[in-house]
T-cell receptor
Framework: DAKTTQPNSMESNEEEPVHLPCNHSTISGTDYIHWYRQLPSQGPEYVIHGLTSNVNNRMASLAIAEDRKSSTLILHRATLRDAAVYYCILFYNQGGKLIFGQGTELSVKP | EAGVAQSPRYKIIEKRQSVAFWCNPISGHATLYWYQQILGQGPKLLIQFQNNGVVDDSQLPKDRFSAERLKGVDSTLKIQPAKLEDSAVYLC??????????????FGPGTRLTVL
């Protein structure tokens, strides 16, 4: 299973954009890039996913490098409620499973 | 729509005792997952069901852990006998059958198990 590398922790100020990086240099052509987040004392929550093109939804944007070896989750305006552990996961297209790493712990300062 | 339900939310047992966790997935979701999350780590998949069949149980310690999903709806995960290292949060998740790659999983709140 392809691996991802994320910073252990990041800090952000409230109402500012946040860019969460993820490296996945061994990604294969059939791997989707998924992002989940886990708020304190809750189960993980799906955020967004993509294959090659940048993606937007109501929660965030996902920017994928042209060579697909890295991606960035963008929270356009961080709120205190966005403080969580963010997981970048490669999902193998055919029958694969989510393999969670350590993730990035995001703290948001008022 | 109602989310994934799990019970109990908390459980404290002595080592060598048995324990069971219950999960009711979102209605209509064909795939159900059980994860183990040890403090400070990401969740680890234990077992995946599609309807009532096992798709992947490669990470399930089968000497002490068992799981079933009768009738393809709710599921039970059992540990017998429990060890100290089984202390963790046990998460249940479900997902509908969708286009390949769009495997959005919906997680329940988890059951926090403490083994003394």
């Amino acid at each position: 299973d392809a691996k991802t590398t994320q910073p252990n922790s990041m800090e952000s100020n409230e109402e500012e954009p946040v860019h969460l990086p993820c490296n996945h240099s061994t990604i294969s052509g059939t791997d989707y890039i998924h992002w989940y987040r886990q708020l304190p004392s809750q189960g993980p929550e799906y955020v967004i996913h993509g294959l090659t093109s940048n993606v937007n939804n109501r929660m965030a944007s996902l920017a994928i490098a042209e060579d697909r070896k890295s991606s960035t989750l963008i929270l356009h305006r961080a709120t205190l409620r966005d403080a969580a552990v963010y997981y970048c996961i490669l999902f193998y297209n055919q029958g694969g499973k989510l393999i969670f790493g350590q993730g990035t712990e995001l703290s948001v300062k008022p | 729509e109602a989310g994934v339900a799990q019970s109990p939310r908390y459980k404290i047992i002595e080592k060598r005792q048995s324990v069971a966790f219950w999960c009711n997935p979102i209605s209509g979701h064909a795939t159900l997952y059980w994860y183990q999350q040890i403090l400070g780590q990401g969740p680890k998949l234990l077992i995946q069901f599609q309807n009532n069949g096992v798709v992947d149980d490669s990470q399930l310690p089968k000497d002490r852990f068992s799981a079933e999903r009768l009738k393809g709806v709710d599921s039970t995960l059992k540990i017998q006998p429990a060890k100290l290292e089984d202390s963790a949060v046990y998460l249940c998740a479900s997902s509908p059958l969708r286009l390949a790659g769009a495997n959005e999983q919906f997680f329940g709140p988890g059951t926090r198990l403490t083994v003394l």
